[in-house]
Nanobody, 123 residues
Framework: QVQLVESGGGLVQPGGSLRLDCATS????????IGWFRQVPGKEREGVSC????????YATDSVKGRFSIFRDSAKKTVYLQMNTLKPEDTAVYYC????????????????WGQGTQVTVSS
């Protein structure tokens, strides 16, 4: 059974940092890409960052470049999203999702999703 479980969300002040974890099981981790998406109520889900099976990294939005980083740990079958210099506009529910091999920025191309974790950036 494919599972993705996000953790690490919470409330943080502007300028602060959080690390989100996406723990996975039930599929060959090293053959799959893992992407992070976020969604604000009333808006479409948007891509944030993705790491392919060969560890190539893409960012879906320029707004997170230089602030967010993504990395994967094959031994723990976990992908991490390190978020620094957080801004109020980063507030959203963050989801991780998986698809074979490569990163494609179309949510419908991801085959399995986690349940999401809330990130709130506020003073």
């Amino acid at each position: 059974q494919v599972q993705l479980v996000e953790s690490g969300g919470g409330l943080v002040q502007p300028g602060g940092s959080l690390r989100l974890d996406c723990a996975t099981s039930g599929f060959p981790f090293d053959a799959y890409a893992i992407g992070w998406f976020r969604q604000v109520p009333g808006k479409e889900r948007e891509g944030v960052s993705c790491i392919a099976s060969d560890s190539r990294i893409t960012y879906a939005t320029d707004s997170v470049k230089g602030r967010f980083s993504i990395f994967r740990d094959s031994a723990k079958k976990t992908v991490y999203l390190q978020m620094n210099t957080l801004k109020p506009e980063d507030t959203a529910v963050y989801y991780c999702a998986t698809r074979p091999l490569t990163c494609i920025w179309a949510p419908g191309r991801f085959v399995s999703w986690g349940q999401g974790t809330q990130v709130t950036v506020s003073s």
